[in-house]
């Protein structure tokens, strides 16, 4: 078998990277979310995943003190919890007719983002838009050409902030599809004394298949292109939304795309998948979406933001619904972006209050490598002399380095890691095979497949599966963590104390040898009285310590 070769280096001034993460649509529907699937599934999954970057829809000028009230109980229980930075844009902008109703526009929201920051705590709280995707109104991306509308809008913002002293960044033009950075590059031009950072979208379309070997040399270029624009005026870049194109409209009527044909008919809504979902390509198509987060890290990209954590809830109307269950539509529709009473948007890592299929096939894949190529790290560069074999590598502020490789090879490959002084022991190896992905229904990151041993010359040979993402990491410590003691069985509920320990992440609940749950709080409803208990204590290493009988 042939050997491809790897040479990684750190140079003497390397780039910054501030994390993989999410847009956490979730956050404003979190009155709607159930409490248990909240611990179980979202707050444990965000706990374990420590995403660097979280952009989510808020900063509404008509955001009420008690929607923004639960949407910061949400924060503590998420962004607050994983350190993770947060930018705040409000879907599809309002439009008003004077300048006036403008200035009065940025000074509502200024006034709510100053309630949140200042009064509530919301610290984590680092950038706004006024406007996802440039739209106005009903009409995305209306702003395309009438780019000073915007301009004139993070002016108002700007003066307003400063006013009330809010350290809140402003990014912009939020724009989609790179046939349309123009407007980009002209936020560069034309807005970089009121934009602390710039930020784009981009989703793989037509333009590109799940078998296009391709498109990450493409994408690279695409990506170092908008840093060197942000660079040049000495600013960031985020690529804030990233994924398969989506699939739009009606699958019963379409024709020619992979997803169309995956779901029954949905007549008189809209549907949003990725492409491939639901086909059996789904899980080999998740290679791209790795290559587009390694292509961002190699060109200098600051952050980037899947499209999305969460799965949009079901179309809901508030009116149809009285009692508790309606006061929490009427309280949460308003801001949850457009056409939320008509659109299936479904394109989350994890499904939306599913206790039995609760992750895609893209949570194996991007968990692994948001839990590793994580926030505050250097990109280190490398060498191949193998075309097919991509990746980026990082290393944090303890020494600790990452190293994610996808193999495009159809067949495993041998690949000689030349690492020099950077790596002093052994590094565990986490993958994603599309052919047998490790799931299990508790959203439990995959465990290590092998350790990756490291000579003395700092040399490792490693063998990739074909077709796979594959992380090596050094960021980890063999520990047994404390137990969960005082089991106990009260109303129907296991109960434990919590463990005290700065690395503790979450809980894995067994009954009689079985597991039957995860979850960030101490306390679970069962419904077997006379199993045998033991609950597991995981820490942020994905070392486990079980509970005595």
């Keep these: 078998m042939a050997i491809s070769t790897v040479k990684i280096w750190k140079p003497k001034y390397p780039s910054l990277f501030g994390g993989m993460g999410f847009n956490n649509l979730e956050a404003s529907a979190y009155p709607m979310i159930e409490d248990e699937y909240m611990n179980q599934y979202v707050r444990k999954c965000n706990r374990e995943l420590a995403p660097g970057f979280s952009r989510l829809w808020g900063g509404f000028a008509e955001w009420t003190k008690e929607a923004m009230d639960a949407y910061f109980e949400y924060y503590t229980k998420m962004q607050a919890e994983t350190n993770t930075t947060m930018y705040l844009v409000p879907g599809r902008a309002r439009s008003h007719e004077t300048s006036q109703e403008r200035r009065q526009w940025a000074s509502d929201v200024a006034d709510r983002l100053a309630y949140l920051y200042h009064e509530k705590g919301m610290k984590h709280l680092k950038y706004y838009c006024m406007s996802n995707e440039l739209s106005l109104d009903s009409s995305n991306g209306a702003m395309q050409h009438q780019m000073h509308i915007i301009k004139e809008y993070h002016e108002y913002l700007f003066r307003e902030f400063q006013k009330r002293n809010l350290p809140v960044g402003l990014l912009a033009p939020d724009v989609s599809g790179f046939t349309n950075y123009s407007s980009l590059f002209w936020s560069m031009a034309n807005m970089k004394e009121t934009s602390n950072a710039f930020t784009a ?16 040399k493409v994408f690279t270029r695409m990506m170092a292109r908008c840093v060197s624009g942000a660079r040049g005026q000495e600013k960031l870049f985020f690529l804030s939304e990233y ?74 109307i508030s009116a149809w619904r009285s009692g508790e269950e309606g006061e929490k539509l009427s309280q949460v529709l308003p801001f949850m972006g457009w056409g939320t009473d008509i659109r299936y948007n479904k394109c989350g890592v994890l499904r939306w209050n599913d206790f039995d299929n609760a992750t895609a096939d893209s949570y194996w894949c991007l968990g692994i490598m948001t839990r590793f190529m994580k926030q505050n790290t250097h990109v280190l ?128 609940v067994f009954a009689d040898g079985i597991q039957v749950a995860s979850t960030v709080e101490t306390s679970i409803p069962v419904s077997q009285k006379d199993a045998r208990y033991q609950v597991c204590s995981v820490d942020k290493y994905n070392n486990c310590a079980m509970s005595r009988r």
């Excluded at 499209?307 to 949009?312: E, G, L």
């Excluded at 022991?425 to 990756?452: C, E, S, V």
């Design 201 to 216: 979208h981009e989703y793989l379309h037509g333009m590109f298949d799940a078998e296009d070997l391709g498109m990450y």
């Design 381 to 508: 560069y490398h060498q191949s002399d193998d075309d097919l074999i991509r990746l980026a590598v990082l290393q944090d502020q303890e020494g600790h380095v990452s190293i994610c490789v996808v193999n495009r090879h159809e067949e495993a490959r041998d690949v000689r890691l030349e690492l020099g002084n950077l790596v002093k022991k052994a590094m565990r190896m986490y993958q994603y095979d599309p052919q047998n992905i490790p799931r299990n229904r508790f959203a439990d990151l995959q465990d290590p497949i092998d350790m990756a041993q490291v000579d003395e010359n700092g040399v490792s040979l490693v063998r990739l599966a074909g077709n796979t993402v594959t992380v090596l990491t050094t960021d980890y410590e063999d520990r047994t963590p404390p137990m969960a003691q005082n089991l106990r069985l009260e109303d129907g509920r296991l109960t434990w104390d919590a463990v005290v320990d700065v690395d503790h992440r979450y809980y894995r």
């Design 243 to 316: 994924g398969w194109g989506q699939f739009h409209g009606n699958p019963a009527t379409a024709d020619g795309d992979e997803a169309s044909h995956a779901y029954p008919p949905a007549v008189g809504c809209t549907l949003d998948f990725p492409r491939y979902a639901g086909t059996e390509k789904e899980a080999y198509s998740q290679l791209a979406i790795a290559e587009m987060n390694l292509a961002s890290i190699n060109a200098g990209v600051f952050a980037t933001g899947y499209w999305s954590f969460v799965d949009y809830p079901d179309p809901q």
